[in-house]
């Protein structure tokens, strides 16, 4: 079993950045692909990104292309997300997770979730 812990979250003007981190433990953090995804109230759970054991392979929600990235850094069991050129519509609570070695998107295929951390961005 791994643990997750979100952090990074807070409040940020629009057109501005912040930077979300996923640290692991508790089990071997290269064995998993990791994803990140969100929550806005009343909304369902919504994939942002995604990224295999390596970070070799990266795939994100049209939503966020061009303005996110992640990534992960293996030596220090954790995933990152870059969010630049916030919108008031990427409010939410964001999740990191972790899955198996089947790229994919669906987060019922991500099995291991943190805790979240929330992401306001103001007009």
């Known amino acids: 079993q791994v643990q997750l812990v979100e952090s990074g979250g807070g409040l940020v003007q629009a057109g501005g950045s912040l930077r979300l981190s996923c640290a692991a433990s508790g089990s071997t953090f290269s064995s998993y692909g990791m994803g990140w995804f969100r929550q806005a109230p009343g909304k369902e759970r919504e994939f942002i990104a995604a990224?295999?054991?390596?970070?070799?392979?990266?795939y994100y929600a049209d939503s966020v292309k061009d303005r996110f990235t992640i990534s992960r850094d293996n030596a220090k069991n954790t995933v990152y997300l870059q969010m630049n050129s916030l919108k008031p519509e990427d409010t939410a609570v964001y999740y990191c997770a972790t899955r198996g070695l089947v790229h994919t998107t669906n987060p019922l295929q991500y099995k291991n979730w943190g805790q979240g951390t929330q992401v306001t961005v103001s007009s």
């Open positions: 990224i295999s054991r390596s970070g070799g392979w990266t």
